[in-house]
């Protein structure tokens, strides 16, 4: 994953801390806001995956867009005001994207979220990139958007 994060991560606006365990995590925090990002490598090489790329992408890609929205405290799919999905597959390779964004007031303050999965199947390697913030200040939703599409610019399709 160093190949992916480290470059990015150094330039980012964002205070990083990175955890590397086969997953690596990075905690983000800005001065009105924080959330998290995490990026796995997986050789699938070995697997008996039965499905075709496209339902590989979908499911797994499914399933971590909903586990990252889960850790947004006081967010629920109502909350999100921007939602985009798309997988593109050719033959053996395939990538997916899903993403939301959230603006939400309870009339003393506003908050701001953004939460995307980006993942790659491609010579039988799985990489998968997810993040989610949530801040009271729209140009920190903005940065970290940015930021994790400069970390989705890493992974080779």
Same mark, same amino acid.
């Given at each position: ?6 470059e ?5 606006d ?43 992408? !979908?499911? *797994?890609?499914? @399933?971590?867009?909903? =586990?990252?929205?889960? #850790? $947004? ?20 390779? !395939?990538? *997916?994207?899903? @993403?939301?964004?959230? =603006?939400?007031?309870? #009339? $003393?303050?506003?908050?701001?979220g ?44």
């Amino acid at each position: 994953t160093a190949g992916i994060t480290d470059e990015v991560i150094k330039k980012a606006d964002f205070e990083c801390e990175s955890a590397k365990n086969g997953t690596e995590k990075i905690t983000v925090k800005g001065k009105n806001g924080g959330g998290k990002i995490e990026v796995s490598v997986m050789d699938i090489s070995a697997s008996t995956l039965k499905n075709d790329v496209e339902n590989v992408l !979908g499911r *797994y890609g499914d @399933y971590s867009y909903d =586990q990252i929205k889960g #850790g $947004m405290k006081g967010v629920n799919n109502e909350d999100f005001t921007t939602n985009y999905r798309m997988i593109t597959s050719v033959v053996s390779k !395939g990538k *997916y994207q899903r @993403y939301g964004a959230i =603006q939400k007031t309870d #009339g $003393m303050s506003t908050q701001f979220g953004y939460a995307e999965v980006y993942a790659v199947i491609r010579d039988n390697k799985l990489t998968v990139i997810s993040g989610q913030l949530l801040s009271t200040d729209m140009t920190e939703r903005q940065n970290f958007s940015e930021l994790i599409k400069q970390l989705d610019e890493k992974v080779e399709y």
